[in-house]
């Protein structure tokens, strides 16, 4: 009789995202990782046929690499409200946000204004429930901001959202640009 011995496989649990967006609990803040994550999505250039873009270019700190998609989608988006096109980068994303499962990352751009910036995690959980778990995390910052020509007041933000009749929460904070 033989016997056959394997070495288990090593299965990369789910990411704790909560670590990498922490600095966004004190006004939006950016951590060094977090900067250097969201400009390195900034400066992503569109491929020829304008859908996806490999995430080797991608400045994401190693422990959470492979709970990253590996192709990065673009997508134009009309508000008619606002009457703007807004361009979003999103990156599929595993895990979870404070016990929250965790969607994707977007940054959408309204590029035909002074440069609004959107910085998004979709959270995969109704907003009642996001509201509950990450109740008192998020603290206001006053900023000077020299397009605005005065201080404003970020804070990351709780909205709700319903994609394909599912709710779910964006956890948002939102930038001026100049």
């Known amino acids: 009789m033989a ?12 990411a704790d995202w909560s670590g990498l967006f922490k600095s966004w609990e004190d006004g939006c803040n950016d951590s060094k ?19 996806f873009y490999l995430t080797q270019d991608i400045d994401l700190p190693k422990k959470y690499r492979n ?6 989608s673009f997508h134009k988006i009309w508000d008619a409200c606002e009457q ?7 990156l599929a994303l595993t895990g979870h946000y404070y016990g ?24 995969n959980a ?7 778990v990450l109740a008192g995390k998020y603290r206001p910052r006053k900023h000077f901001n020299p397009v605005l020509e005065g201080h404003e007041t970020l804070r990351a933000e709780l909205l709700p959202v319903t994609i394909n009749g599912k709710a779910q929460t964006v956890l948002e904070c939102a930038y001026v640009f100049g």
């Not at 990782?33 to 859908?51: E, P, R, W, Y």
């Open 3 to 14: 016997l056959c011995l394997t070495a288990p496989l090593a299965v990369a649990a789910p």
């Open 33 to 51: 990782a977090l900067a250097a994550f969201t400009n390195s999505l900034s400066l992503i250039d569109v491929k020829a046929n304008g859908q």
């Open 67 to 72: 709970q990253a998609a590996k192709n990065v």
């Open 84 to 90: 703007h096109h807004f361009d979003q980068t999103r």
């Open 100 to 123: 929250l499962p965790v969607v994707h990352y977007s940054q959408t751009f309204m590029l035909e204004t002074a440069g609004v910036e959107y910085r998004r995690l979709l959270l």
């Open 126 to 132: 109704p907003i009642e429930q996001a509201r509950r």
